[in-house]
């Protein structure tokens, strides 16, 4: 009675092994990575079609009706769902929400590509289509790095057009115009404490403290997880200081135009994981 594959074989092999399985009506989790981006593509489209979710590639957390898949966290079930297009992300929200008193109803992962043009947030808009026929869920979370601005807008619309209130967390983007039923933060910790309707303050604004301690140091942040990287930058942007990153968000200098100060490197991404 499975109506989900879970596939974690070597990137050259997973998509043959996803395109297994929608065309048997299973929905695919895809673990691995080192996937080619026109490849998702073209499965995620064929799976719409079929009626069926690709979650990945690269996708390597998700909470399925209480069940962790991969590396998620055993947390509270609840009525708060999560969509994902960062794992590490979604961990923190996830568990972040189960230390505040709440729980997750599904935590649908979509993989950190999906939101890219060539992709076009397929996966994205079928998880918050679901959620929104889901009745145990009665908040959405959506966590990941900004979309570009055709697909960060054709997500909002969809969002709009769902009624349920959302959070929205693009990490490291600027104010968006926000529908009626949605609310922007900028952190991960504002993200659960907003979907909990709790009081929230971005860490973003708190600069004080980082700026007074990093101005007398060099700082060289390793991260595993990009979007925690990405969530460092914008706390060192906030606090106007001069730093660099092989994976910058927007107003973040990359690493190749200066090898001098502030660092913050992210080690996840595909092509470091060969």
Same mark, same amino acid.
């Given at each position: 009675d499975a109506n989900l594959a879970l596939i974690s074989v070597p990137g050259d092999f997973a998509i043959a092994e996803a395109r297994k399985a929608i065309r048997r009506g299973l929905h695919a989790m895809i673990f691995s990575d080192n996937v080619g981006v026109a490849a998702e593509?073209?499965?995620?489209?064929e799976a719409q079609d079929l009626g069926c979710l690709v979650m990945g590639p690269d996708c390597g957390t998700a909470i399925i009706n209480g069940t962790p898949l991969a590396f998620a966290k055993v947390v509270s079930h609840g009525s708060i769902g999560l969509v994902g297009a960062s794992g590490t992300g979604t961990q923190e929200v996830s568990c972040l929400i189960s230390q505040y008193g709440g729980g997750i109803s599904h935590a649908i992962g979509v993989g950190g590509r999906d939101l890219k043009s060539k992709v076009g947030g397929i996966s994205t808009l079928m998880a918050i289509d679901a959620l929104d026929h889901d009745p145990a869920t009665k908040h959405i979370v959506l966590i990941s790095k900004p979309p570009p601005a055709e697909v960060a807008s054709k997500v909002l619309d969809r969002i709009a057009v769902i009624g349920k209130p959302t =959070? !929205? @967390?693009? !990490?490291?983007? #600027? /104010?968006?115009?926000?529908?009626?039923?949605?609310?922007?933060?900028? #952190?991960?910790?504002?993200?659960?404490?907003?979907?909990?309707?709790?009081?929230?303050?971005?860490?973003?604004?708190?600069?004080?403290?980082?700026? #007074?301690?990093?101005?007398?140091?060099?700082?060289?942040?390793?991260? #595993?997880?990009? =979007?925690? @990287?990405?969530?460092a930058q914008v706390l060192f942007r906030a606090a106007n200081l001069a730093i660099f990153s092989n994976a910058p968000v927007?107003?973040?200098? /990359?690493? &190749? &135009?200066? &090898? !001098?100060?502030? %660092?913050?490197?992210?080690?996840?991404?595909? %092509?470091? =994981?060969?």
């Open positions: 593509a073209e499965l995620k489209r =959070t !929205i @967390c693009f !990490i490291g983007a #600027s /104010d968006l115009p926000m529908p009626d039923n949605a609310t922007q933060v900028f #952190s991960l910790k504002a993200a659960a404490q907003a979907a909990l309707g709790l009081d929230h303050k971005d860490e973003v604004h708190l600069d004080v403290t980082l700026g #007074s301690v990093v101005e007398r140091y060099k700082v060289q942040g390793l991260y #595993s997880g990009g =979007t925690l @990287c990405a969530e927007p107003g973040v200098l /990359d690493t &190749n &135009n200066n &090898n !001098i100060g502030h %660092q913050l490197l992210d080690l996840g991404d595909d %092509q470091y =994981t060969q």
